[in-house]
């Protein structure tokens, strides 16, 4: 084989690697993630479907009265309280913030020694000093220096969605932990959100809904994949270039 062929080969290796390294496919939409399953690159905790819980014996007449502590009742609360029950998460973001820091530092000093007298000795070594030079001065020395600084930082995010959200466990102190993911395909471009937390039921209103702000440790993801994602992102020779030189 000729060292032609070699570096044909070579070329064509390295083609076939970007295009497998594509997180766009050619010719092909983006796939939706199956359902039950949470992308990897999310980290989330895993994703549960609502399962069949088991229910309470039915009693005959029971759901004759409207005023029954059943959830199906006219006062029925029908909250989200139970593993596989479905709530509405609200995410409403409109977080500003500025931060300004402003420094000034100033400082001189002046120092002098000498030695006028010292046994007769600096009188003597003054006579073999040149003209003007003495002991009684011998070191002087003077600093300055100043520093200023300043310092600014302005944040605006707002971001407003709605979210569907499971409870996948409900832990034994009664904090149910949460999570919801929703995808929205449009020609090539798909759109992710994905959330998950832990949540105190009483923080759910009686609409089946909870913001954001009660959610604790809050994992909230809002992106998306396919051609035009993938255009806004330098190519991977590019990045790894980036990371690599130092200049």
């Known amino acids: 084989m000729s060292r032609t062929d070699i570096r044909q080969l070579w070329a064509l290796g390295a083609f076939m690697l970007s295009v497998a390294c594509s997180s766009a496919p050619v010719g092909k939409p983006p796939e939706l993630t199956p359902l039950g399953a949470t992308p990897d690159r999310l980290a989330m905790v895993n994703y549960a ?3 069949n819980l088991e229910t309470a014996p039915h009693v005959p007449g029971a759901q004759a009265s409207l005023w029954t502590g059943d959830r199906g009742s006219l006062l029925g609360d029908r909250r989200a309280m139970q593993q596989g029950d479905i709530l509405t998460v609200v995410i409403e973001i409109n977080d500003k913030a500025e931060i300004s ?7 001189s000093a002046s120092q002098t020694m000498g030695v006028p007298s010292l046994f007769g000795l600096p009188q003597k070594i003054d006579q073999a000093l040149p003209d003007g030079a003495s002991l009684g001065s011998a070191v002087g020395v003077n600093s300055n220096s100043t520093a200023q600084g300043d310092g600014s930082v302005k944040r605006n995010e707002k971001l407003t969605l709605r979210v569907a959200a499971t409870i996948t466990d409900v832990l034994p102190n009664g904090v149910l932990a949460i999570e919801g993911q929703q995808e929205v395909r449009v020609n090539f471009e798909l759109r992710e959100l994905t959330v998950s937390g832990f949540v105190r039921p009483a923080d759910i209103t009686r609409q089946n809904e909870i913001t954001y702000d009660k959610i604790a440790s809050a994992r909230i993801s809002y992106g998306g994949r396919g051609q ?3 255009m806004q992102q330098p190519r991977y020779g590019q990045q ?3 990371a690599a030189l130092p200049f």
């Open 49 to 51: 479907l609502p399962q």
């Open 101 to 107: 820091n402003s420094s000034d530092r100033s400082r």
């Open 228 to 230: 035009i994602t993938d």
């Open 240 to 242: 790894v270039l980036e």
